[in-house]
């Protein structure tokens, strides 16, 4: 091999070690820098099943919760299961969520979903950035949906088409939330309500859940960056 051939491969293996953004090189469940995969790629490790709402769970005893908690862990793994790095849900069952609570963070998500679909991200226990099939709803994902004050609708359609993957990139900080979707700027720092409690501002921390609707869901690359207060 010439010398100048060694120096541009030396070049191209430089390059090719340093990004982690571009479709090419991007390996799946492999976080940036300064982020924590919340999903590993393999199996179920830092998931939980849902167990009622924050409202109820707050009322439970230890005792209450520990049981509850087992029986929405046994249904999870019957229908959460782990294919080709994804996670991936059977149409069954209920919402999975992560077994730590989050205050204010940065995450990045890749979803899809099939026609007809219907999903979300909660964010803190609370519902939701929208996931959605825009034709059939009319309009794109990536709405904080709950809203009944401040905006709930997205600032524009952002999907790709049915069956391909999507990326949300969600900032919340205190009651505020902003949401990319494909690199496009679909929700503008809005406060997210309480769903739950109407009359209260969002909680400070909580899980963060992947909701089902009935229907075949995918998610992978789900990443974190906790930002501190």
């Known amino acids: 091999m010439k010398n100048s051939q060694v120096a541009w491969l030396s070049i191209l293996l430089v390059f090719a070690a340093a990004c982690t953004h571009c479709p090419f090189c991007k390996k799946d469940n492999n976080p940036p820098k300064g982020f924590t995969a919340l999903f590993n790629g393999k199996d179920l490790t830092g998931w939980k099943g849902l167990v009622a709402d924050p409202v109820k769970r707050a009322k439970m005893t230890p005792q209450e919760l520990a049981q509850a908690q087992k029986e929405a862990d046994e249904k999870m ?36 979903i099939k026609e007809n679909g219907d999903s979300g991200i909660y964010l803190r226990g609370s519902p939701q950035v929208q996931i959605w099939d825009p034709a059939r709803e009319k309009i794109g994902s990536g709405g ?72 075949t869901l995918y998610f992978k690359n789900i990443y974190i960056r906790e930002i501190p207060r």
């Not at 229908?79 to 994804?86: I, K, L, R, S, Y």
């Not at 309480?194 to 400070?204: C, F, G, L, S, T």
Request: net charge negative; proline share 5%; with cysteine.
């Open 77 to 112: 793994r019957a229908h959460w299961n782990v294919e080709d790095g994804a996670l991936v849900f059977d149409g069954k069952g209920d919402s999975l969520c992560t077994a730590k609570d989050y205050g204010d963070f940065e995450l990045l998500v890749d979803w899809k």
């Open 144 to 215: 904080i949906y709950n809203n009944q004050i401040h905006p709930s609708k997205p600032l524009c359609l952002a999907d790709h088409p049915i069956g391909e993957w999507n990326t949300f990139r969600i900032i919340m900080v205190g009651e505020k939330v902003t949401v990319y979707l494909n690199g496009k700027l679909v929700v503008d720092n809005v406060v997210m309500e309480n769903y739950w409690e109407r009359d209260k501002p969002i909680y400070p921390t909580g899980q963060i859940e992947l909701q089902n609707h009935g229907n």
